[in-house]
C-alpha cells in the first residue's frame, strides 16, 4: 500500500541509502543499548538501527504508518511501537538505561519537541537529530552571531552541541525547501551553570529576545534596573545577543534573588 505524505505531520521521508547509512554510523548503536525513534514513518532508518540492536521503541503519531509499520515489521519482541504524540510522551518511562534518541523531526514541532526533551534530559544519553539546517545553526550559535537566540541559549544550558553535516532536499521524498543537517545534542552529565531558579531564568531569555533590536535595558526594564545589570558585569546598552550563556545565568540569578 502506497502512503502519501501528509504535510500535517510533517511528513519527508528519507530515501536516500547512502544518508541513511551516514545517520546510522553518526549514530553508532550498540546491542545493548535502549534506542527510542521519533517518527520512523515507513522504517527508512528503524530498519537499519534494527540490524545494530537488540530492541527499539518507535513513536510514530499517523495511525496509518502505524498499521504500516506494524506489517512490516511484525517481531514486537525486537520493535515496540507506540502510537503516540511525541510532543506528550514521557520517555523517562522507557528508560531502563539512558536513552539514546534518534529522528528524522516532523520540523513544524521541532523546537518545541525538543523542549519537552531537554525536561526529560536526565534520562537520556545523548539525542541524534535531522533539522532544518537553519534551526542546527541557531542550536550551535556563538555569541553575536545572528543565528544566537533563545534557542541557543535553552539548548546550550543543558546540552554540548555538535553539527554533524548537511543533507540536501533531494535525499527526502518529497523534498523540503530548505537544507537539512544532522546534529547531536548530548545532554551535561554534570550541570554546566548553577541556576537558582529555571523558570525565572526561561522567562528572562525569553523577554530578552522578544525583540531582538533592543539593547538588555530596554527588554528587561520591567525586571532589571541599569545598576543591578552591571553588577553582574553586563553593559545594560548591549544587544541580547551579545550575552553569553553564562551572562543570561548570572542575570536570571540575580532576578531569582531580589524577587524572593
Ligand atoms: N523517519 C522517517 C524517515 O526518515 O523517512 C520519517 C521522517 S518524517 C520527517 C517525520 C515523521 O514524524 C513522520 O512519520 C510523521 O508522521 C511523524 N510525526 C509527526 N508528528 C509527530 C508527533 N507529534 N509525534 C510522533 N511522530 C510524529
Not at 553508532?28 to 515507513?42: M, S, T
Not at 541599569?226 to 548570572?250: H, K, L, M, W, Y
Amino acid at each position: 500500500m502506497e502512503h502519501r505524505p501528509r504535510k500535517r505531520f510533517g511528513q519527508n521521508f528519507l530515501h536516500d541509502p547512502n544518508i541513511i547509512s551516514r545517520i546510522v554510523d553518526a549514530i553508532h548503536p550498540q546491542p545493548e543499548q535502549q534506542l527510542v525513534e521519533i517518527g520512523p514513518g515507513q522504517g527508512a532508518l528503524t530498519s537499519l538501527l534494527l540490524e545494530r540492536v537488540q530492541h527499539m521503541d518507535v513513536i510514530e503519531l499517523d495511525r496509518d504508518l502505524v498499521a504500516l509499520l506494524e506489517k512490516d515489521f511484525p517481531d514486537n519482541e525486537q520493535l515496540t511501537i507506540h502510537s503516540a504524540d511525541a510532543l506528550k510522551f514521557d520517555f523517562c518511562q522507557l528508560a531502563k538505561q539512558k536513552l539514546r534518541i534518534v529522528g528524522n523531526l516532523p520540523y513544524n514541532i521541532s523546537t518545541p519537541l525538543i523542549f519537552h526533551l531537554l525536561e526529560q534530559r536526565h534520562c537520556i544519553h545523548d539525542m541524534h537529530f535531522m533539522l532544518q539546517k537553519e534551526v542546527v545553526e541557531r542550536m550551535a550559535a556563538l555569541p553575536s552571531t545572528k543565528a544566537y537566540g533563545r534557542l541557543t541559549v535553552m539548548v546550550q544550558l543543558f546540552c554540548h552541541v555538535e553539527k554533524l553535516f548537511t543533507v540536501p532536499p533531494g535525499a527526502f521524498n518529497p523534498p523540503p525547501k530548505v537544507d537539512s543537517m544532522i546534529v547531536r545534542l548530548i545532554p551535561h552529565e554534570t550541570p554546566q551553570y548553577e541556576i537558582k531558579d529555571q523558570k525565572a531564568l526561561q522567562g528572562l531569555v525569553n523577554q530578552a529576545f522578544s525583540q531582538r533590536r533592543k539593547t538588555l535595558r530596554n527588554a528587561l526594564k520591567k525586571c532589571l534596573t541599569d545598576d543591578q545589570i552591571r553588577s553582574v558585569d553586563i553593559e545594560p546598552g548591549a544587544r541580547p545577543e551579545t550575552i553569553s550563556v553564562q551572562g543570561f545565568v548570572n542575570l536570571a540569578n540575580l532576578l531569582a534573588t531580589i524577587t524572593k
